[in-house]
């Protein structure tokens, strides 16, 4: 069996073929390494995407820090997730924000693949508010127009989930990222 695997002799990513149990040989210097694999935790993932909650499950190794607000791809029911780590909890219950995976029992993730935009449409004395689902990476900008049921709306301002108000012209947020959109009617 070949695999590829750096090479402390060549100082690169060289295939080797393998000898023995966790023993490989450089098929380029000859050189032989001991690969021992990295030992795996499966951890219970509680994912939440607006109201609906699934729980699912990921592996990691037993020594990776999980930390808040890092992001994970989650096995949902054969299907896969992009999810913003939101709690972890600790084999005794403790909630934490930083924990190595193999202290760890479960985390708590929010869909940040597709996400929910709210937003506050002023038209005149109307306000109406709107939620509607975009890719995770779209990216609004204080003064964008945007067209949301076939009327144009300018961006007035962008309430960031960490709590920061965007209201100069061309700060940025990508929808993941936002609590609340504000915009005007624009003729």
Known sequence: MKTEIYCETCKEFTEHEGIKKELYRCSVCGTHVHLMPEKEVELKAIFSKEDLTKIGSVKLPEEE?????????VDLEG?????????????????????????????????????????SLHKKAITSSYKILFDGETEFAVGEEIE??????????????????LRHEGEKAIAKEIKRVYATYSP
């Open 65 to 73: 820090e999980i930390i808040k607000g890092s992001e994970l791809i």
């Open 148 to 165: 949301i049921e076939g009327k144009r709306y300018l961006i007035r301002r962008i309430k960031h989930i960490d709590g920061r108000l």
């Open 79 to 119: 299907e896969s997730r992009l999810g913003r780590i939101t709690a972890i909890q600790l084999k005794d219950g403790k909630v934490v924000e930083f924990a190595k995976a193999k202290d760890s029992v479960a985390i708590w993730l929010k869909e940040v693949g597709e996400v929910y935009v709210k937003f």
